[in-house]
Every structure is written in structure tokens, then in C-alpha cells.
């Protein structure tokens, strides 16, 4: 069935580095995706959102690249910090009008000094 | 203006008993999303309700579960007769219209059936 999913359901990487976290979307009409963080205990806070007429879009350390072609999605975070470590949902909305947002399992991501 | 509020932010019901768990949108906010999360795994969508109206309710199991946002007051999820495979975290989350905005998150209800 259709479904947004991710690759890699762990991410280690030393303070400093980039992370890249990586999902695949299986609804070619999905028009909107949203990247979340959720830490623990804690309810999934907005990091990035990114419509299909688009293939790229930055924030304040974050970007999110969407290839279209092959279905993937990807968060990248510059100069990871201890703060970043938690657990990154990609959403696809597929509400067709509302907020109805379709999540993938998940990537954890531990940042080690 | 406070985010999306939601209580109790733990609730330990026994098996057979109901569970009712609240959300408070943002100020302004007239749009509600209810999700529920197993521990290790993603949020499921549940139910969407604007005021006094179910909009979409294709992730609510077909029993022992409802949830309403009346004119006033915050919107409720209803677990009738809970059960231990209920044990989960609900999220609830709003946005000032249907589409085309971010929705925000509350904290989560912890439900726990024993």
C-alpha cells in the first residue's frame, strides 16, 4: 500500500558533522511534506515543510531536498549539536484539503561530542 | 499565546474502564487532529474535527471510540471499555485553517491500561 517510510532507523554522528536523513514516499500525487522532531516525552515539533513545485528549501541549519523523480525525501542538518538528538518523522500530507498527515516510523538521531 | 494544550499529560486506567483525554487548540484555532503513537513507531492519524463537526474520522477504530469538539470548550477523545492494546501516546495537533499551514502538536496524553 502506499506509505512514507525511511531508510535508516538509526543515525550516530559526532557533534559538528552534517546529518542526513533520508525518506521514501510511495504517493506520486503527494503535493506536501513536513519534517518533525520529536524528543523524548515530547510532542513532534515543525522543523521544515516543502511543497512539490519545489526541489529544495532551506532553514536555519536544516535543508530539505525533494527528488520527485525517484519518490525520496531528505533533512539535512548542519553542524550537528547535542540538542538535535532526538527522533525525525517525515509526514506527507495527503489531506486533499486539510492537515491529514501520513508519518514514516521514524530515524533516530544520536549526537555524540 | 499558549501552544496546543492537552490533559492529563498521563492517565492510568484499568482494563473495562473509559479514558477521556482533552485538548485545548491555540488561541484562534478552530481546526483538531487527533493521532496516537505505539512506542518506537510513527504518529497514526486518527480523527479530524473542526468546531461541532467530524470531518474525517478514517483512523478512529469503528468501536469504543469518539471524539467530539463541542462550540465551547476543549475537544475530547473518548476510549470506552479501554483495553491494554489502547496503551499508547495521543497527540493532539491544530492549525488556524484546513490547509496550507503548519498544524502544531501538543504535549501528548501517556494513556497506560493495566
Known amino acids: 500500500g502506499e506509505s512514507v517510510g525511511l531508510h535508516l532507523p538509526t543515525l550516530s554522528v559526532q557533534e559538528g558533522d552534517n546529518s542526513i536523513i533520508n525518506c521514501a514516499y510511495s504517493?506520486?500525487?503527494?503535493?506536501?511534506f513536513i519534517w518533525y522532531k520529536q524528543e523524548s516525552g515530547k510532542g513532534p515539533q515543525f522543523i521544515i515543510d516543502?511543497?512539490?513545485?519545489?526541489d529544495k528549501r532551506q532553514g536555519q541549519r536544516v535543508t530539505v531536498l525533494l527528488n520527485k523523480t525517484v519518490k525520496h525525501l531528505s533533512l539535512q542538518i548542519a553542524a550537528t549539536q547535542p540538542g538535535d538528538s532526538a527522533v525525525y518523522f517525515c509526514?506527507?500530507?495527503?489531506?486533499?484539503?486539510?492537515?491529514?498527515?501520513?508519518f514514516g516510523a521514524g530515524t533516530r538521531l544520536a549526537v555524540h561530542p | 499565546n499558549a501552544g496546543v494544550m492537552q490533559n492529563p499529560r498521563h492517565l492510568v486506567r484499568r482494563r473495562g474502564q473509559e479514558a477521556r483525554l482533552r485538548c485545548s487548540p491555540m488561541?484562534?484555532?478552530?481546526?483538531v487532529y487527533w493521532y496516537r503513537q505505539l512506542p518506537e513507531e510513527g504518529l497514526k492519524f486518527m480523527v479530524y474535527l473542526q468546531k461541532e463537526n467530524i470531518i474525517d474520522e478514517s483512523g478512529m477504530p469503528k468501536e469504543r471510540f469518539s471524539a467530539e469538539f463541542p462550540k465551547e470548550g476543549p475537544s475530547i477523545l473518548r476510549i470506552q471499555q479501554v483495553v491494554r492494546g489502547d496503551s499508547a501516546a495521543y497527540f493532539c495537533?491544530?492549525?488556524?485553517?484546513?490547509?496550507?499551514?503548519?498544524?502544531?502538536f501538543g504535549q501528548g496524553t501517556r494513556l497506560t491500561v493495566v
Open positions: 495537533a491544530s492549525s488556524p485553517k484546513g490547509t496550507g499551514t503548519e498544524a502544531f
Open positions: 509526514a506527507e500530507n495527503r489531506g486533499g484539503g486539510y492537515n491529514k498527515l501520513i
Open positions: 516543502i511543497r512539490s513545485n519545489m
Open positions: 488561541k484562534g484555532h478552530s481546526h
Open positions: 504517493n506520486s500525487a503527494s503535493d506536501y
